[in-house]
């Protein structure tokens, strides 16, 4: 079978495939690429073997290639160990020409690193996500229509769907965006929803990204190293295009700006190079066509905002602000920021220009508001659901804790207010001492903490190793598809695929040694 660096096609079926499974597979790839030949090199060592009871994101139960996989398990799966380390060494050469980079708070090397890309492209057909795109839009709309009601009116708290003292007792509830109105109602303009699957393969809602979600860079970014990388395998497969994202993210920003401004100016606020995603706020300014701007450059005067030129003040109507509420307006929140604009605040309040994502948007994807984001869907659009979430247990109800605390190594604990991955507890992989620290914070503030049962991610072809040890292994994924909302939604078609690069390890993020996937939706 193994001849030097290659073994023959019947390989492809993997070290547990039986003779049966190899025909299988040898009829479905000849649906593709005409006859094969017995001889055929393929891929690398050791064989691919997909996790037992995991969702393989490539391959059937069987050990047969998915049909919308099929060109990608027979060009790109089928190449010899020099080819795979040649593509790998000219995609981070790619990266590194690019820029694409970003930094680990607490790294104390200090340096940017290479967000590390895989090459196997995850695949999504069409008809999945046509169902995706509704419920991601449908979504959408409602976190929106939520976080306008708790700023304005109210009713979903008077009505009791979802309880006030958790509303107005999260860490990202804001009294100062009460009253405030922007135009269209918008206050969610981008928003990154991670989506999972399961041991069976359906996607399902894990947490929702509101506040200022990043990740689109690379999104563009991969598609366009795998465009130059492969572009007759892109071309294949009829990969949907990317690349539309910074002009409908600019038509969004200017559908929100105020409606009394006939040509509005956008702007791009960071908090500076020193920021992880700092690599994407130049990117989608630059992409955009707007202006980069710091907290230094800004400046409120009479109600409105200017950024400091070299011709003097410019009004700003749209401001894409990439920091948190605490550090945006030193007046209202932290009065020790120089990140933000002293006087914004007011400005927003007097119409005159837009925030996007409003202040306050955090609240929507707190992990203990997202137990009700199906109450909301109902509330406010009434419609049902059309995306599951995983289950989500509220450790600030004395039973569900007590029920919880006691197994508590079956579950995912996660903080409310975190992001990042940080804080996390996968019970089934923590330690003892882990748990019992674990049960302590819980009793010291349990509604700070809520509870999710494991789900087994589905899992992916992966390169891994380097040289003549390079070899495709199952490692676990999710997704992060972003949508815009300005005077109708748009949902990107793709999204961030990100792939836990550790064995075993269900951590995704890049701050937690996650690396990324092109994601590929594909018309076939």
């Given at each position: 079978?193994?001849?030097?660096?290659?073994?023959?096609?019947?390989?492809?079926?993997?070290?547990?495939?039986?003779?049966?499974?190899?025909?299988?597979?040898?009829?479905?790839?000849?649906?593709?690429?005409?006859?094969?030949?017995?001889?055929?090199?393929?891929?690398?060592?050791?064989?691919?073997?997909?996790?037992?009871?995991?969702?393989?994101?490539?391959?059937?139960?069987?050990?047969?290639?998915?049909?919308?996989?099929?060109?990608?398990?027979?060009?790109?799966?089928?190449?010899?160990?020099?080819?795979?380390?040649?593509?790998?060494?000219?995609?981070d050469r790619m990266f590194l020409t690019m820029g694409v980079t970003f930094n680990v708070y607490g790294d104390n090397a200090g340096a940017e690193r290479i967000f590390p890309f895989d090459l196997v492209p995850r695949v999504i057909d069409a008809n999945t996500w046509k169902d995706l795109e509704a419920g991601l839009a449908q979504r959408v709309r409602?976190?929106?229509?939520?976080?306008?009601?708790?700023?304005?009116?109210?009713?979903?708290?008077?009505?009791?769907?979802?309880?006030?003292?958790?509303?107005?007792?999260?860490?990202?509830?804001?009294?100062?965006?009460?009253?405030?109105?922007?135009?269209?109602?918008?206050?969610?303009?981008?928003?990154?929803?991670?989506?999972?699957?399961?041991?069976?393969?359906?996607?399902?809602?894990?947490?929702?990204?509101?506040?200022?979600?990043?990740?689109?860079?690379?999104?563009?970014?991969?598609?366009?190293?795998?465009?130059?990388?492969?572009?007759?395998?892109?071309?294949?497969?009829?990969?949907?295009?990317?690349?539309?994202?910074?002009?409908?993210?600019?038509?969004?920003?200017?559908?929100?700006?105020?409606?009394?401004?006939?040509?509005?100016?956008?702007?791009?606020?960071?908090?500076?190079?020193?920021?992880?995603?700092?690599?994407?706020?130049?990117?989608?300014?630059?992409?955009?066509?707007?202006?980069?701007?710091?907290?230094?450059?800004?400046?409120?005067?009479?109600?409105?905002?200017?950024?400091?030129?070299?011709?003097?003040?410019?009004?700003?109507?749209?401001?894409?602000?990439?920091?948190?509420?605490?550090?945006?307006?030193p007046l209202v929140f932290r009065s020790d920021s120089l990140l933000g604009v002293a006087g914004i605040t007011d400005a927003m309040r007097a119409g005159t220009v837009t925030v996007a994502n409003g202040i306050g948007t955090g609240v929507a994807d707190d992990k203990a508001v997202f137990a009700y984001t199906p109450a909301m869907i109902r509330y406010?659009?009434?419609?049902?659901?059309?995306?599951?979430?995983?289950?989500?247990?509220?450790?600030?109800?004395?039973?569900?804790?007590?029920?919880?605390?006691?197994?508590?190594?079956?579950?995912?604990?996660?903080?409310?207010?975190?992001?990042?991955?940080?804080?996390?507890?996968?019970?089934?992989?923590?330690?003892?001492?882990?748990?019992?620290?674990?049960?302590?914070?819980?009793?010291?503030?349990?509604?700070?903490?809520?509870?999710?049962?494991?789900?087994?991610?589905?899992?992916?072809?992966?390169?891994?190793?380097?040289?003549?040890?390079?070899?495709?292994?199952?490692?676990?994924?999710?997704?992060?598809?972003?949508?815009?909302?300005?005077?109708?939604?748009?949902?990107?078609?793709?999204?961030?695929?990100?792939?836990?690069?550790?064995?075993?390890?269900?951590?995704?993020?890049?701050?937690?040694?996650?690396?990324?996937?092109?994601?590929?939706?594909?018309?076939?």
């Amino acid at each position: 079978m193994v001849e030097g660096n290659a073994v023959h096609i019947d390989g492809i079926a993997f070290a547990h495939s039986t003779r049966r499974d190899a025909q299988i597979m040898r009829s479905r790839i000849g649906m593709t690429q005409g006859a094969l030949q017995m001889s055929r090199p393929m891929l690398v060592k050791p064989a691919y073997s997909p996790l037992p009871g995991t969702y393989d994101e490539t391959f059937e139960a069987e050990l047969i290639p998915r049909a919308a996989c099929e060109p990608i398990v027979a060009s790109l799966l089928s190449a010899s160990p020099e080819r795979i380390n040649e593509l790998r060494a000219r995609a981070d050469r790619m990266f590194l020409t690019m820029g694409v980079t970003f930094n680990v708070y607490g790294d104390n090397a200090g340096a940017e690193r290479i967000f590390p890309f895989d090459l196997v492209p995850r695949v999504i057909d069409a008809n999945t996500w046509k169902d995706l795109e509704a419920g991601l839009a449908q979504r959408v709309r409602a976190l929106n229509a939520f976080v306008a009601d708790i700023y304005g009116e109210g009713k979903i708290l008077r009505d009791e769907v979802v309880p006030r003292d958790l509303v107005c007792g999260s860490s990202q509830y804001r009294r100062a965006a009460i009253g405030i109105k922007p135009p269209n109602g918008v206050f969610v303009t981008v928003a990154g929803i991670d989506l999972v699957r399961d041991h069976e393969g359906r996607f399902m809602v894990l947490e929702d990204n509101v506040r200022t979600p990043s990740g689109v860079s690379y999104v563009l970014e991969n598609r366009q190293v795998m465009t130059r990388l492969m572009p007759d395998l892109v071309r294949k497969c009829g990969v949907r295009s990317v690349e539309n994202y910074p002009s409908d993210l600019l038509a969004s920003l200017h559908e929100i700006a105020p409606p009394t401004v006939a040509r509005p100016t956008a702007a791009l606020l960071t908090p500076g190079p020193y920021n992880s995603a700092f690599f994407e706020h130049v990117f989608l300014s630059q992409q955009m066509g707007i202006e980069l701007v710091e907290g230094q450059d800004l400046v409120c005067v009479d109600h409105k905002l200017f950024m400091k030129t070299v011709s003097g003040l410019q009004q700003v109507h749209v401001l894409y602000r990439r920091i948190d509420d605490d550090f945006l307006d030193p007046l209202v929140f932290r009065s020790d920021s120089l990140l933000g604009v002293a006087g914004i605040t007011d400005a927003m309040r007097a119409g005159t220009v837009t925030v996007a994502n409003g202040i306050g948007t955090g609240v929507a994807d707190d992990k203990a508001v997202f137990a009700y984001t199906p109450a909301m869907i109902r509330y406010y659009l009434a419609e049902e659901p059309l995306l599951p979430i995983v289950e989500t247990h509220l450790l600030r109800d004395a039973d569900v804790r007590k029920r919880v605390i006691h197994d508590l190594d079956q579950f995912v604990i996660k903080p409310t207010g975190a992001s990042g991955g940080y804080g996390v507890l996968i019970g089934p992989k923590a330690t003892y001492r882990e748990l019992a620290q674990m049960r302590d914070a819980i009793e010291k503030d349990p509604a700070a903490f809520i509870a999710q049962p494991m789900v087994q991610l589905s899992a992916h072809p992966t390169f891994v190793g380097q040289g003549s040890n390079v070899a495709l292994v199952p490692r676990h994924v999710d997704l992060r598809p972003f949508v815009l909302l300005g005077s109708k939604a748009r949902v990107l078609p793709g999204g961030l695929t990100r792939v836990a690069l550790r064995e075993g390890s269900l951590i995704v993020n890049s701050s937690q040694g996650g690396g990324s996937k092109d994601t590929w939706v594909v018309d076939a």
